[in-house]
């Protein structure tokens, strides 16, 4: 699973630094979370493509998060044979893609598919599919805003094949039984299990979005013990009233959620335009007397998240 930070911003784009959307690419498709403006550029600069492209969830209707998706559905509408996309985001996101759509006339060759989600109402799956559970909690900040959770299916333990031929298990078909989880028997009438010859089941890898919020419980649900998540660090600690009346966070107050969510990796975004660029490292500094290792993503950054240890 690798992830690329199509930018870093909140409120509006400034030089060298977009606004805060995330791409993640797994084996079978890509996922983008939140289009913010300008986002197309960021695709091309890092070579992404777009064909790969099967879902995009927005947090939230506020322009900084959603006014890039016009010109990614053009973009895609490029691609020859471009298969249907999913659009997943609070109430509303239908309505205004669609209004978008026929006011600007564009010709978008595939279908789209909404999921509309009602943050009155708790947790949910927004979708899942062989690769991932789309997961999505309430936020807590000026509009309907919700935090997104991508979670691999725990994967089978590794197979042991030292156990199975100490078990009298031939090397052939009955190996393959057992990594499907079938019991077999030996030409003796022994009935060997899975659990015999697999190590313990390894957990699937996740991945969180969260922004923009105040701290709440949907937060903490939404990047609780995630291998890596991204959260809003939109201002310093002195701006802590600003933070609290237009329902933002400090880089403090985003630093202690994922300390107590156990997070394992924290990468700060959204970043007030009123911070210059010399600045992130302040906000790290501040952000890391809380979580130690935290970051103040930059534009155009990757990440992977490696296969958890057994
Ligand atoms: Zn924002
Ligand atoms: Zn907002």
Known sequence: MQCFLL???????????????VLVR????????????????????????????AVVAITHLHADHCLGLPGILMLRSQVEQASGLTIVGPVGIKRFVEHVRSDLRSRITFPIRYVELRPNENTAVALKNDDITLSWAKLNHSV?????????????G??????????????G?????????DDVETQDGR?????????????????AFATDTRPCPGLDQTIWQADLAFVEGMFMASDKAL???????????AATAAKRAQVRRLVLT??????????RRTLQDQARTVFPGAIVGRDLQDFVIPMPED
Request: with cysteine; charged share 25%; net charge positive.
């Open 173 to 181: 078909p009955l190996w393959g039984r057992l990594q499907h989880g």
């Open 158 to 171: 590794r197979f042991h094949p030292e156990r199975a031929s100490a078990l009298g298990v031939p090397q």
């Open 270 to 279: 959204h970043i007030s335009p009123r911070y210059a660029n010399a600045e």
């Open 144 to 156: 309907d805003c919700v935090g997104y959770r991508l979670q691999e299916p725990s994967r089978p």
């Open 7 to 21: 930018g870093t911003g909140g409120m509006m784009p400034m030089p060298h630094r977009r606004l805060s959307s």
């Open 191 to 207: 009935i060997i299990r899975p659990n015999d010859v697999m190590g313990h089941t390894r957990r699937g890898r996740s991945l």
């Open 26 to 53: 797994t084996e079978l498709q890509d996922y983008l979370l939140d289009a913010g403006e300008g986002i197309q550029v960021s695709f091309k600069e890092l070579g992404l493509g777009i064909k790969r492209l």
């Open 243 to 253: 933070a609290k009346e237009k329902y933002h966070m400090t880089v403090i107050e």
